[in-house]
């Protein structure tokens, strides 16, 4: 029903910035929060951003200051924007979506997209 499709990731070295895109399509409604996740090899997938509808903004503290998550409502993307970038921000970078429908969530992924940074 609903698909993202990622772009933008690739290897860079330590102090590098990356720009990650995910473009939703096939949805009847408006996504209400999208975001970005990430998962390096043996460890939990952790939230790295999200955003709202409304443009309100969450990061925790690992990525805080030097990632920037933005949409356009218009266009259905999202883009998470990585500056000084850090051997551990080597992992697998997801998108997500939830679209709030008749008081259930509906949560869509992803398929991931590679950033690995070099020292």
């Known amino acids: 029903q609903v698909q993202l499709v990622e772009s933008g990731g690739g290897l860079v070295q330590a102090g590098g910035s990356l720009r990650l895109s995910c473009a939703a399509s096939g949805s009847a409604f408006g996504i209400n929060v999208m975001g970005w996740y990430r998962q390096a090899p043996g460890k939990q997938r952790e939230l790295v951003a999200t955003i709202s509808s409304g443009g309100s903004t969450n990061y925790p503290d690992s990525v805080k200051g030097r990632f920037t998550i933005s949409r356009d409502n218009a266009k259905n993307v999202v883009y998470l924007q990585m500056n000084s970038l850090k051997p551990e921000d080597t992992a697998v970078y997801y998108c997500?979506?939830?679209?709030?429908?008749?008081?259930?969530?509906?949560?869509?992924w992803g398929q991931g997209t590679q950033v690995t940074v070099s020292s």
């Open positions: 997500n979506a939830h679209i709030y429908v008749l008081s259930k969530d509906y949560v869509y």
